[in-house]
């Protein structure tokens, strides 16, 4: 508990007597151990070997409370009653030729409050080396204690903190890991999601190719149906002609029958002469009948074609007018393609922007980790430092015990 050291020996006896103005009085060395108190930073007494307490100076009084003349009326022990005083330490160093340096005592001052303080004392001896008292120097030690112990409070804070933060830490590199993995999945599907928005892009630029050249195709369409419906139009006129003609063509041929009847019956009139006649006259009568008959079919074959291209005109027309109506579907798919091929374009830039962002933060998130990671180290490191500080902050008070 106590170090002890060796103290200086004790001064000879005086084989001659002093010379003059050598010999002090006792008056003089009171002075001068007043001036020495006075000097001295920290609290001291002087006592016998017999515990009396011979000089108690202000700084004592005021350390212990008790004031001088209270102090001289008891024995230092019953001033400290301090848990030492039954094996007093001081009495054994003056008796060993020793002394303590700043050795830790728990103390009580006059109110009952326990203060701690640091001792040390050196012995008194006579001229033949018999000791005859002690002084005790007292620091006190409370606010030394106060620091000491704040610091051994800051460092288990500090140890507290450090494992909480390495613990953190090695959480926060865990859940680093799993952010990078899944930074790494993102990035992964943002890359295919870019490819297959490149596809997208592609494919729309073909519509719109595809869906330009279908209305390219369906305005060529509709310029031949119109020429188509044009050319039937003539037909059905031209057929309307041929009606006309052959309906002269059939009076023709009813009159020249008429007058083929009247050149027989002429014919048979004449008698032999008129023979060669009639026989001319049958001939045209059945030309005309031919003619008729010739004039019927064309009539019906006509009537045939002014049905069919009636029904083709029709068919021209409501072709022509779903043309149209495919025409302006086909020309809103070509808006509608285009706006999605712009928004394709829109898309593979996001994309390209997303899959940029994505690598990002796959880099970010391996620096983060990386950064965890030494952060946990120097946490770690930390810990075993506020250890180590406890260790010798521990020493460091134990010495002082």
């Not at 728990?106 to 008292?133: C, H, M, T, W």
């Not at 790494?184 to 630029?205: F, H, I, M, R, Y």
């Not at 021209?316 to 798919?333: H, W, Y």
């Not at 940029?356 to 990671?373: H, I, K």
Request: charged share 25%; hydrophobic share 35%; with cysteine.
């Amino acid at each position: 508990m106590f170090g002890l050291f060796k103290s200086p020996p004790a001064l000879p006896a005086r084989e001659s007597k002093p010379k003059q103005g050598e010999d002090v009085s006792k008056e003089e060395r009171m002075r001068m151990l007043e001036a020495i108190a006075a000097a001295m930073p920290d609290p001291y007494y002087v006592r016998d070997m017999d515990y009396n307490i011979l000089y108690w100076p202000p700084s004592i009084a005021k350390l212990t409370g008790y004031s001088e003349e209270e102090a001289k009326k008891l024995k230092c022990y019953e001033v400290y009653k301090a848990d030492v005083c039954q094996d007093c330490p001081t009495q054994k160093c003056v008796l060993q030729g020793r002394f303590l340096k700043d050795a830790a005592v728990d103390i009580f001052d006059k109110q009952g409050n326990r203060l701690n303080i640091l001792v040390s004392n050196a012995g008194i001896y006579d001229e033949q080396g018999k000791p005859i008292g002690a002084v005790e120097i007292v620091k006190d030690n409370r606010k030394h204690q106060q620091v000491m112990h704040a610091i051994d409070s800051t460092a288990q804070q500090l140890s507290a903190l450090s494992r909480e933060l390495a613990t953190s830490s090695q959480e926060v590199a865990v859940h680093s890991g799993e952010v990078n993995h899944l930074s790494q999945s993102t990035k992964n599907l943002t890359g295919e999601s870019l490819e297959k928005s490149k596809v997208v892009q592609q494919q729309a630029t073909q519509c719109v190719q595809y869906s330009g050249n279908i209305a390219s195709a369906a305005d060529d369409i509709r310029s031949s149906m119109q020429t188509s419906l044009t050319n039937m139009l003539l037909l059905e006129k031209k057929s309307t002609e041929v009606k006309d003609i052959t309906s002269i063509i059939e009076n023709i041929a009813g009159q020249t029958n008429l007058l083929a009847l009247n050149a027989a019956i002429e014919a048979a009139r004449a008698g032999e002469q008129g023979r060669g006649f009639a026989v001319v006259a049958e001939e045209v009568r059945k030309l005309a009948e031919m003619s008729s008959r010739s004039v019927k079919d064309i009539n019906t074959t006509l009537s045939e074609i002014g049905r069919l291209v009636q029904v083709s005109t029709e068919a021209l027309k409501a072709t022509g007018e779903s043309l149209n109506q495919g025409t302006e579907n086909i020309q809103r798919f070509n808006v509608f393609i285009t706006e999605i091929a712009a928004a394709s374009n829109s898309l593979v830039a996001t994309m390209q922007q997303v899959n940029q962002f994505s690598n990002d933060t796959f880099a970010n998130s391996s620096n983060r980790t990386d950064a965890m990671e030494q952060v946990s180290k120097a946490a770690r490191e930390l810990s075993h430092i506020a250890q180590s500080l406890q260790s010798e902050i521990a020493i460091l008070v134990n010495d002082k015990m």
